[in-house]
């Protein structure tokens, strides 16, 4: 017996190690404070029109974050993380839907969060989901959640859908948002990549449509979507059916929204990856996107987010 009990103390002290380990390098990785913000980002922000009209009971974004991967383009987090929580701290949306949240993004979001919660931020309890959703908890509450992987894709913890039911803390309303990141098609899989992606905007469509059945209130399914409206600049590898097969049973916000806003590096009447479609009766009173040239150096895909009125 005291073998046993030894045994249970020597395994509740490891496990209490690991923990404090794990807490240490979230707040050794996740610290941004010493990082300079880029020349112009203030002045962006100060100036930006962040206001909502009183008839607005959800802001949702979607936010590509860029991993840190070399490889994929990306650069230390830290710096970026930074203008990314005063993008939250000026804009305060409801519900963020965030991809490519790789180890390094989770440990700078866990640490500076504030009122932001996540949903399904790891699989396994140690490897990190890149695809997510943030929701501020001072404004809206978190009545159910889940989760599901697409059938076909390169890398279960990207390619997957997380979805939350929230309601307004004021105006009790209740929503659907839903995160997602699709495939995309490369030079030489062209064709294989195409039936991937098809397979998996029919389960994002699927789902939208039954989380809309089971919980009777308006769905919106935010993400990079790797798929471009209008059919962008590329017909083959921008994947237009793609966004017209999800188009033609869900809302593009973007196109009924009553004011569309952007920044002036991009205007946002042309064609981007990044889309919040709607499922159900939803009023769209602004749609915009972030796209002061300054925020290009946040990530390569600006911050896009819908406004949603009674």
Same mark, same amino acid.
């Given at each position: 017996?005291k073998?046993?009990?030894?045994?249970?103390v020597?395994?509740?002290?490891l *496990?209490g *190690?690991g923990?404090?380990?794990?807490?240490a390098?979230?707040?050794?990785?996740?610290?941004f404070?010493?990082y300079i913000?880029p020349?112009g980002?203030?002045?962006?922000?100060?100036?930006a @029109?962040?206001e909502?009209?009183d008839?607005?009971?959800?802001?949702?974004?979607s936010a590509?974050? +860029?991993?840190?991967?070399?490889?994929?383009?990306?650069t230390d987090a830290?710096r970026? !993380?930074k203008? &990314? &929580?005063?993008?939250?701290? !000026?804009y305060?949306p409801?519900?963020?839907a965030?991809q490519?949240?790789?180890d390094?993004?989770?440990?700078?979001?866990?640490?500076?969060?504030g009122?932001?919660?996540l949903?399904?931020p790891v699989s396994?309890?140690i490897a990190?989901?890149?695809?997510?959703?943030?929701y501020n908890?001072?404004t809206?509450?978190l009545?159910?959640?889940?989760?599901m992987?697409?059938?076909?894709g390169?890398n279960k913890r +990207?390619r997957?859908?997380?979805?939350g039911? &929230?309601e307004?803390n004021?105006?009790k309303k209740?929503y659907?948002?839903t995160?997602?990141?699709? @495939?995309?098609?490369?030079?030489?899989q062209?064709?294989e990549? +195409?039936?991937?992606m098809? #397979?998996? #905007?029919?389960e994002?469509?699927d789902l939208?449509?039954? +989380?809309?059945?089971?919980?009777?209130c308006?769905?919106f399914?935010?993400?990079? &979507?790797?798929a471009?409206d209008g059919?962008g600049y590329?017909?083959?590898?921008f *994947?237009?059916?793609?966004y017209?097969?999800? *188009?033609?049973?869900m809302?593009?916000?973007k196109?009924? !929204?009553?004011?569309?806003?952007?920044?002036?590096?991009?205007d946002?009447?042309?064609p981007?990856f990044?889309h919040?479609?709607?499922?159900?009766?939803a009023?769209v009173s602004?749609?915009s996107?972030?796209?002061?040239?300054?925020? !290009?150096?946040m990530? @390569?895909?600006y911050?896009?987010f819908?406004?949603?009125?009674?």
């Amino acid at each position: 017996m005291k073998k046993i009990l030894k045994s249970i103390v020597v395994l509740l002290c490891l *496990a209490g *190690a690991g923990a404090a380990g794990f807490a240490a390098s979230i707040s050794i990785r996740g610290n941004f404070d010493d990082y300079i913000l880029p020349n112009g980002f203030e002045k962006s922000i100060a100036r930006a @029109d962040t206001e909502r009209s009183d008839s607005t009971y959800a802001r949702i974004m979607s936010a590509n974050l +860029l991993v840190n991967y070399e490889s994929w383009g990306g650069t230390d987090a830290r710096r970026r !993380a930074k203008m &990314f &929580f005063n993008v939250l701290d !000026a804009y305060k949306p409801d519900v963020v839907a965030v991809q490519e949240m790789s180890d390094q993004w989770y440990c700078c979001i866990t640490k500076n969060r504030g009122s932001y919660r996540l949903v399904y931020p790891v699989s396994s309890g140690i490897a990190v989901n890149m695809t997510g959703l943030m929701y501020n908890s001072d404004t809206v509450s978190l009545l159910d959640y889940g989760n599901m992987e697409y059938s076909q894709g390169d890398n279960k913890r +990207l390619r997957r859908i997380v979805w939350g039911l &929230f309601e307004d803390n004021k105006t009790k309303k209740q929503y659907i948002v839903t995160s997602t990141h699709l @495939d995309l098609i490369r030079e030489g899989q062209e064709n294989e990549e +195409l039936s991937v992606m098809t #397979a998996q #905007a029919q389960e994002q469509i699927d789902l939208s449509q039954k +989380l809309y059945t089971l919980y009777n209130c308006p769905v919106f399914s935010a993400g990079d &979507f790797n798929a471009m409206d209008g059919g962008g600049y590329d017909d083959r590898y921008f *994947a237009p059916e793609i966004y017209n097969t999800i *188009a033609e049973s869900m809302t593009d916000t973007k196109y009924i !929204a009553q004011l569309k806003t952007s920044g002036d590096e991009r205007d946002v009447d042309k064609p981007t990856f990044d889309h919040i479609f709607s499922v159900g009766d939803a009023q769209v009173s602004r749609y915009s996107i972030l796209s002061d040239s300054v925020m !290009a150096q946040m990530s @390569d895909h600006y911050p896009i987010f819908a406004d949603i009125s009674e």
